[in-house]
């Protein structure tokens, strides 16, 4: 059932269309090649330029070397290829309204007095969240750390009926079945109340789970709805740019976010992959302003309307009688992002664990920096340990995940996979110090090509409740990992080359 649907959905009849346009892409060049001997020379030399430009991208080499290996082994499927997909860039005019739109938002939040200093390593990471997405960090802001699916829906749910001014929902994928049905009826009361009520939704994460009529349909409701980066049958690489942030914001006074999608397999009312472990977490207080920036900024770029911030931001927040602090940042593809933010906050994580650090990830596709900055944790005599799924929900992607055991159990680090099913939880503790829960796997998607989102947490009590959960579930549910069970035989190592190759231009 889950195939056909996937199979007849409107996402798969979409990539049918692109695929033509790009053998006809493919045939119009060979048919040229083959009648005009010089146009092979030409798209050679093209290749040539590609691979020059390439050289000259501000772009990690994992991002790059896979399109020079292509363009120099087989220069024309290559050619080809990065004249369908490669060209990262966007337009100067819609560069330009993202940036007109992002700079608006995130100079309207308020900035506290913040005295992080007396820890150099927190201090220099909570600066570099500023500087690259001009989100502070703020004392005194309630966290509670939701270690499933089902606490987040119950917690959802308990603070959505207490919505009095608006509802903000963002999300990857909203799927019909009882999850949305539950907060469907819960947001069609608030309306009836007088609450604003806006949902956008990622156009291919939820493709092939609701009809394109879905949006419209929410919008004759009184819900005003739309879908991220619309996708139409041509070929782009826009459609790479998915919004993979996960978001609820009521009333600028509560705020959600973590790995938890609208569709019932995240609470496990269905089991296509045994049982799925997720993460949430949900913040009160002046940090809450961050999200409703992250929220304002995709929805007003992609809907045209102008929601100003001011009008949904608390102007005095009651502070929480709580250690610790707390800031959001968000992530996306270059250019509307400069830096790969949500790689260098795990990276500074990873780097500035003294003790202990623990992670939950449902991928492990990173490329060599991410791999030999936990190897490096370890040297430092760090406790570096991992859970991973034990059932995937993508076979190539768990070869992929798999593959990268070897170099981590090598160095000393433990892995653990998920007996009962699948984990998508993102979730980084260390030293009960430092804690981060988002929207970030641990792949080049989430790197490269997503609009991600993710909550830095210092000395804050969630951080001590993550260390927990992630230590039960270890411990209860946890299959340790050895070079023995984690072999790859001769065909899945060979697959495996071939997928690492070309795993960042996926």
């Not at 040297?379 to 981590?408: A, Q």
Request: proline content about 4%; charged content about 20%; glycine content about 6%.
């Amino acid at each position: 059932m889950r195939f056909f649907k996937l199979f007849f959905s409107r996402i798969a009849i979409f990539a049918l269309v692109i695929l033509v346009q790009i053998a006809f892409t493919s045939f119009g060049i060979y048919y040229l090649q083959n009648r005009y001997p010089f146009v092979s020379g030409i798209v050679s030399i093209l290749s040539l330029l590609i691979v020059l430009r390439l050289l000259d991208y501000d772009e990690p080499a994992s991002y790059k070397i896979p399109w020079i290996t292509l363009l120099f082994v087989l220069p024309f499927v290559g050619f080809v290829m990065f004249l369908c997909f490669g060209n990262r860039k966007i337009s100067k005019k819609r560069a330009l309204y993202f940036e007109d739109v992002y700079s608006v938002t995130q100079n309207a939040i308020p900035e506290p007095d913040v005295e992080l200093k007396k820890n150099v390593m927190a201090y220099g990471q909570s600066q570099y969240i500023l500087n690259t997405c001009r989100f502070p960090a703020y004392p005194m802001c309630y966290s509670k750390f939701l270690s499933s699916g089902e606490a987040f829906f119950e917690c959802l749910k308990e603070e959505l009926k207490k919505a009095k001014k608006y509802i903000f929902m963002e999300y990857f994928i909203i799927d019909k079945g009882y999850m949305w049905d539950e907060i469907h009826k819960i947001l069609l009361q608030k309306l009836e109340e007088g609450v604003m009520v806006y949902v956008m939704y990622d156009d291919i994460g939820s493709g092939t789970k609701v009809s394109s009529r879905f949006a419209s349909n929410l919008n004759k409701e009184g819900i005003k709805a739309i879908r991220f980066n619309k996708f139409y049958p041509f070929v782009s690489v826009i459609h790479n740019h998915r919004d993979h942030r996960k978001i609820t914001i009521i009333d600028g006074l509560v705020g959600f976010t973590g790995g938890v999608n609208i569709a019932d397999e995240y609470i496990n009312v269905t089991h296509p992959f045994g049982v799925w472990k997720d993460s949430a977490l949900m913040v009160k207080g002046p940090v809450v302003d961050s999200l409703v920036a992250l929220f304002l900024q995709n929805y007003n770029v992609m809907s045209r309307r102008q929601l100003f911030i001011d009008d949904f931001i608390v102007k005095n927040h009651q502070n929480d009688d709580t250690s610790g602090y707390i800031q959001v940042y968000g992530s996306g593809p270059k250019p509307i992002y400069k830096e790969n933010i949500a790689l260098d906050v795990y990276l500074n994580i990873i780097n500035q664990a003294k003790k202990y650090l623990y992670i939950m990830t449902p991928y492990l596709i990173c490329d060599y920096s991410v791999l030999q900055a936990l190897v490096l944790a370890k040297r430092r005599g760090v406790d570096v340990r991992i859970m991973t799924p034990h059932i995937p929900d993508k076979k190539m992607v768990y070869i992929l995940t798999k593959s990268n055991y070897r170099m981590l159990l090598d160095a000393g680090v433990k892995v653990y996979e998920y007996k009962p099913g699948f984990v998508h939880s993102k979730l980084f503790v260390a030293d009960d110090e430092y804690g981060v829960v988002g929207t970030v796997n641990l792949d080049y998607r989430s790197f490269i090509h997503h609009y991600e989102c993710g909550v830095w947490m210092y000395k804050t009590n969630s951080i001590l409740e993550m260390k927990k959960d992630f230590l039960d579930t270890t411990k209860n549910d946890g299959i340790e990992m050895t070079k023995e069970n984690s072999h790859l035989g001769p065909i899945l190592r060979l697959i495996k080359i071939i997928l690492s190759l070309f795993a960042p231009l996926l």
